[in-house]
């Protein structure tokens, strides 16, 4: 069974700093790209960043660029969202996504990223 669990939530102030994880098991994240996502109370879920199977190519949200870094460790079947310089706007929870070769996707339960003062 393919799951996603991501962790490394919390409550931080602005300007604080986060490193979400997704942890994959039932499967080899090595094959695949993983993008993050992440829903605020009452809006829609956006993509945040994705990245490739071999971690050479990323990309970012506009909002996001520059403060935020994904990353991935296949030999761990982890991948990193590390967020820097958060805003009050950046409160959501946030989602790990795999697409499978089929065109299936697969979510996690999310991680809650608060920031507020």
């Known amino acids: 069974q393919l799951q996603l669990v991501e962790s490394g939530g919390g409550l931080v102030q602005p300007g604080g700093s986060l490193r979400l994880s997704c942890a994959a098991s039932?499967?080899?994240?090595?094959?695949?790209?993983i993008g993050w996502f992440r829903q605020a109370p009452g809006k829609e879920r956006e993509g945040v960043s994705c990245?490739?199977?071999?971690?050479?190519?990323?990309n970012y949200a506009d909002s996001v660029k520059g403060r935020f870094t994904i990353s991935r460790d296949n030999a761990k079947n982890t991948v990193y969202l590390q967020m820097n310089s958060l805003k009050p706007e950046d409160t959501a929870v946030y989602y790990c996504?795999?697409?499978?070769?089929?065109?299936?996707?697969?979510w996690g339960r999310g991680t809650q990223v608060t920031v507020s003062s």
């Open positions: 039932g499967f080899t994240l090595d094959y695949y790209a």
């Open positions: 990245i490739s199977s071999s971690g050479g190519y990323t």
């Open positions: 996504n795999v697409r499978d070769f089929y065109g299936k996707d697969y």
